[in-house]
């Protein structure tokens, strides 16, 4: 199972600067603290992160149309910005090419779900993979949902991830956890300073 943003492309950049377009008319430092809860947890969905902002940051009541508003044009940031293939991480684009037709394997994101679908298509990836699922449903009952419906075992199963809520939703589902592409990870079990490390083990 790959998470989709830091592992397959590199972009939380982009992301950053999405969060930073849709406020662009709310207090400065506000949104900057926003950056930084996104930055602390990766694999969250922008819904949390928007519903954040407003009940945490701002202290202040947000509809669930407002948030579902937000989201869409941050969508639309995303799309705009992340069909460029400079952003797909060449590691990661070797990996899905050795493994492919040798194991199933899925996305599962904390990104949009048809935003995730589309930008897939785009950089040209899908194809190398089974299903490609994502928010707002969690991350943590994706999995769930994939180890239900194609009868996996959880002892045969790995997500590879860039955040601390990846391995949260991993261990959860008790299944193996990779991290990769964050240096911050590195004090768990198993971490990838690149996808060949992980041949070894296949």
């Known amino acids: 199972l790959f998470d989709f943003d830091g592992v397959i492309i590199d972009s939380m950049p982009i992301k950053e600067f999405g969060f930073r377009e849709i406020f662009r008319d709310y207090p400065k430092d506000s949104v900057e603290e926003l950056i930084e809860f996104h930055k602390k947890n990766g694999g969250w969905s922008r819904f949390v992160k928007i519903r954040h902002f407003f009940q945490n940051i701002l ?77 707002p449903t969690p991350k943590s009952d994706l999995i769930n949902n994939l180890l239900q419906e194609f009868h996996y075992k959880r002892e045969e199963v790995i997500l590879i991830g860039d955040s601390i809520n990846d391995k949260e939703a991993s ?32």
């Not at 797909?88 to 684009?93: A, E, F, R, S, Y």
């Not at 004090?187 to 690149?194: A, E, I, N, T």
């Open 171 to 202: 261990d959860k589902n008790g299944v193996g956890f990779y991290g990769f592409n964050n240096p911050e990870l590195k004090y768990k079990d198993r971490y990838l300073d690149s996808f060949e490390e992980l041949k070894k083990y296949l």
């Open 59 to 135: 202290k202040e009541d947000v509809s669930e149309e407002m948030v579902i508003e937000l989201a869409e044009e941050f969508s639309e940031v995303m799309k705009r910005e992340l069909t460029d293939p400079k952003y797909i991480i060449d590691d990661t684009l070797h990996f899905l090419k050795w493994a492919d037709g040798k194991f199933p394997m899925h996305i599962v994101s904390g990104a949009e779900h048809h935003e995730l679908n589309y930008l897939s298509q785009e950089l040209g990836v899908a194809h190398y993979f089974i299903t490609i699922e994502g928010s």
